[in-house]
């Protein structure tokens, strides 16, 4: 995984990720297994600094998280109407 993508995929979890890094990482997620890795590392992180216990590690939400994220970034979710 380059820089840029660690770059962008901690911008997205920081919620400071703008459009270009939201579709950069939402189009690679699905066929990268170092991203999609990173990605569960990362949020496995953040749940134990805020003190959740993360459930289950082998959980992979990728796909319904890129369609969700991806109808909100194109305008087409209807919670958004």
Request: no cysteine.
């Amino acid at each position: 995984m380059s820089e840029k993508m660690r770059e962008s995929l901690s911008a997205l979890m920081d919620d400071e990720a703008n459009e270009l890094e939201i579709e950069r990482v939402l189009s690679r997620i699905a066929g990268d297994p170092e991203l999609r890795h990173a990605w569960v590392r990362y949020n496995m992180v953040r749940a134990v600094t805020a003190g959740q216990h993360p459930a289950r590690l082998d959980l992979d939400v990728s796909a319904q998280v890129r369609d969700a994220v991806g109808g909100e970034v194109h305008g087409t979710a209807s919670s958004r109407q």
